[in-house]
Nanobody, 122 residues
Framework: EVQLVESGGGLVQAGGSLRLSCAAS????????VGWFRQAPGKELEGVSR????????EYVDSVKGRFTISSDAAKNTVYLQMNSLKPEDTAVYYC???????????????WGQGTQVTVSS
């Protein structure tokens, strides 16, 4: 059984930082692509970043470029999303997801974490 377990969300002031973790069991991030998505209240799910070590792909949505960074720890089979210089508009539930390819479309990701709330106060 595949499980993605997220952690690291919370409440932070604008300008602060958080690091989200996505730990996988039942699959290897060496073989699967990871997408980070977020959903703000009343808004649609938005792609934040996609990463594939196998494909050599690492992309960020324009609104987080220069502030968010993906990293991974193969030994722990965990992917991280380091979020710096957070803004109130980053407030959302953040999800990690895994797929066989680093798709843009969230609908193509088969496995999803439970989501973690990130709240940035002004």
């Amino acid at each position: 059984e595949v499980q993605l377990v997220e952690s690291g969300g919370g409440l932070v002031q604008a300008g602060g930082s958080l690091r989200l973790s996505c730990a996988a069991s039942g699959l290897s991030f060496d073989e699967y692509a990871v997408g980070w998505f977020r959903q703000a209240p009343g808004k649609e799910l938005e792609g934040v970043s996609r990463f594939s070590s196998r494909e050599g792909i690492l992309e960020y949505v324009d609104s987080v470029k220069g502030r968010f960074t993906i990293s991974s720890d193969a030994a722990k089979n965990t992917v991280y999303l380091q979020m710096n210089s957070l803004k109130p508009e980053d407030t959302a539930v953040y999800y990690c997801a895994a797929a066989d390819q680093p798709y843009h479309a969230h609908s193509l990701y088969r496995y999803w974490g439970q989501g973690t709330q990130v709240t940035v106060s002004s």
